[in-house]
């Protein structure tokens, strides 16, 4: 039976634990704010009526990718390029291909970087490994001008960031969305957790140059997995409704 990821991959020890996403979901939702082409999800107006759920759709349907039978993860690619379609027609436009881009590179980046924060380092191969597995959803979903590695995705990363971002009125009003369904609590830990894993670039823009408070403390919450704590931990700081589907992203 043949998988979208081996089994051993690197890609599905990230994409095995909800700590681990809920870090690739907080870096993306800071730079997703600052996407040229928010608008769009704020055309459906679901984004701006559910920011975390949305958000946490398009985690949840990475995983499932990541995890599937090679039919399945294809047909769950498939579905997410109709749902697309399906907005591109009702708006009567065309979502450009460089903002499908953006979102691929975030979930490589984040990937990397939630890993990195949360596990230890990747090798060169690792990385490499992780591009391989989105470099194919990409492909699927028949995206143009892919770069064919992880090398030359750092370069295009670099460009992307550089003529997608910029902060405006739907980044203004995204962050207050977050803040609003999060409460004020959960919302400064949303903000500290993506300290750790932005980018310099959109760290500068969201104007968060001060060291993230629990850098400081994620060595005793690393021991607090160890006994099963986390879970305790993360009952206490997510939303209820949010609760069943984050203990769900957990892989045994």
Do not use: C
């Amino acid at each position: 039976m043949e998988y979208f990821a081996a089994s051993e991959s690197i890609v599905k020890k990230i994409w095995g634990k909800s700590d681990t996403i809920l870090f690739i979901f907080a870096g993306s939702a800071a730079e997703f704010a600052l996407n040229k082409a928010v608008d769009w999800l704020y055309f459906t107006g679901k984004l701006p009526a559910d920011p975390i759920g949305r958000l946490f759709s398009t985690v949840a349907y990475a995983k499932q990718i990541v995890f599937a039978e090679l039919e399945a993860a294809n047909a769950a690619i498939d579905k997410i390029t109709a749902i697309h379609a399906a907005v591109e027609k009702s708006r009567g436009a065309t979502i450009p291909d460089w903002a499908y881009r953006d979102v691929l590179y975030m979930l490589i980046h984040y990937s990397i970087a939630a890993f990195e924060v949360l596990e230890r380092k990747l090798t060169l191969a690792e990385k490499q490994e992780v591009f391989d597995v989105f470099y194919r959803v990409g492909k699927r979903m028949a995206l143009k001008e892919l770069p064919a590695t992880y090398t030359e995705w750092l370069v295009s990363r670099n460009a992307h960031m550089e003529n997608d971002l910029q902060k405006g009125a739907f980044t203004i009003d995204l962050f207050k969305q977050y803040k609003k369904h999060l409460g004020v609590i959960r919302y400064w830990l949303l903000l500290e957790t993506q300290k750790l894993v932005l980018p310099a670039k959109v760290s500068a823009m969201l104007q968060m140059s001060k060291p993230s408070v629990i850098k400081f403390i994620l060595p005793v919450y690393k021991m607090g997995r160890v006994i099963k704590m986390d879970k305790l931990v993360k009952a206490l700081l997510l939303p209820k409704y949010y609760k069943k589907q984050i203990n769900a992203l957990d892989v045994e």
